[in-house]
């Protein structure tokens, strides 16, 4: 903050017997300074081949896919796989962190999550053979992630079980997010106790030690997790934090990821727009590949230019359908039956969706109003305007 970055940056290279561009891209990242960690990890690339040392390589091209994945770039999961054939080749002892982290994050990123799981149970698998399993946390945040959206949330528990054991009476900022997965996941299956013990923890965590990464990435499981219990009002202001943290950061991929939910919310609770929601996503999704970015495309424009919202989440809903993103066809469908207008569901994705509520075991609320349920129209329309 006062001006030290490079002498700062120097001293952790020297520390770590690092040559002089490497560690600067993911120090950068950390820091929300995108652009520069885009270009700090083109450097460390670029000499790592000028000097020919392959666990140079193997490790600059780990953090040139860390650093778009972030940005949400679309050569992430070029750059990380190209990481880990170089890792093989230098062999797998030649560095202290495999490149499966960025490789399964870039994965996930681009929204192929069966292929981001399958990495990330070798990465957990590599760390645990060599006694290094206290480091899950970081990479079990995209992991839970991963499964989330992906619909396999007996992974995800497995995931975040693994996590709370290693880190159970250790503060750590990395927790933070964990935990709040956790508050989301109870919350998708009308596990109160659970709920309440996830936010309360998470609190904890980000109270003892905190990065503003942390902070945005706990508000957008917040978010989550307020809208599978329906509570829209609640889920608006977490993903509005969200956003605004994401934004600020310049964390291109979360802000994409976060901005639809935040339009589908305000159009629906019929509260005016905080920000140019079209604006923002469109600079935020900007060369991205995730085949879910046209259906939050969608979302965001339902909201903002559409006459007919009710039409536009429904076709959201069908490009969802189409990807491994299966809980977003699930949470866009259910904000149907709260969005006027004649669109009617198709009977083929109503009953997709029911049967993919049915088959996570979703709490009643949620189910109820897949089904067109009065009580959760009732739940629900207790929190609109």
């Known amino acids: 903050r006062g001006g030290g970055l490079d002498a700062a940056l120097d001293a952790f290279a020297l520390a770590f017997g690092l040559g002089a561009v490497r560690g600067r891209a993911e120090v950068l990242l950390g820091l929300g300074r ?26 600059a091209l780990s953090d040139q896919a860390l650093v778009e994945a972030v940005a949400n770039g679309p050569v992430a999961v070029k750059h990380a796989a190209a990481s880990v054939r170089v890792w ?12 499966l982290f960025s490789l399964g994050l870039a994965l996930e990123r681009a929204d ?11 990465l957990r698998a590599w760390l645990d053979s060599r006694g290094l399993l206290d480091q899950v946390p ?10 989330f959206l992906g619909g396999r949330w007996a992974r995800m528990e497995e995931a975040l079980a693994a996590a709370i054991d290693v880190r159970r009476d250790e503060p750590n900022h990395e927790m933070g997010p964990i935990w709040a997965a956790y508050a989301a996941l109870a919350a998708a299956r009308g ?7 996830g936010l309360e923890r998470s609190r904890e965590a980000l109270a003892a030690r905190t990065t503003p990464f942390d902070r945005a990435l706990s508000a957008w499981w917040r978010s989550l997790g307020h809208a599978m219990r329906l509570e829209l009002r609640e889920a608006y202001t ?8 994401a934004i600020s950061l310049g964390a291109a991929n979360l802000v994409s990821r976060s901005v639809p939910g935040l339009a589908m919310l305000t159009g629906v609770l019929g509260v005016e727009p905080v920000m140019d929601l079209d604006a ?26 559409s006459d007919s919202p009710r039409r536009a989440l429904i076709e959201a809903a069908e490009l969802y359908s189409g990807t491994e993103n299966r809980l977003g066809m699930v949470l866009t469908l259910a904000c149907v039956e709260f969005t006027p207008g004649p669109d009617a569901i198709p009977t083929r994705l109503g009953e997709a969706a029911r049967e993919i509520a049915a088959s996570l075991s979703m709490n009643d609320a949620l189910v109820a109003a897949l089904m067109g349920g009065a009580p959760a129209h009732a739940a629900v329309r207790s929190h609109l305007p």
Not at 191 to 197: I, P, V
């Open 34 to 59: 995108v652009t520069e960690a885009r270009d700090a990890a083109a450097a460390a690339v670029a000499e790592a081949r000028r000097t020919d040392e392959t666990a140079a390589l193997a490790s």
């Open 88 to 99: 093989r080749r230098a062999g797998e002892d030649a560095l202290d962190w495999p490149p």
């Open 112 to 122: 192929r999550y069966d292929e981001c799981l399958d990495t990330l149970t070798e």
């Open 138 to 147: 970081r990479c079990v945040r995209t992991e839970v992630t991963a499964a």
């Open 191 to 197: 596990d109160e106790r659970g709920r309440r013990r």
């Open 238 to 245: 977490a993903s509005l934090e969200a956003v605004d943290s």
């Open 280 to 305: 923002v996503f469109r600079d935020s999704a900007a060369g991205g590949t995730r085949p879910s970015l046209p259906a939050g495309e969608l979302l965001v424009t339902a909201f903002t230019t």
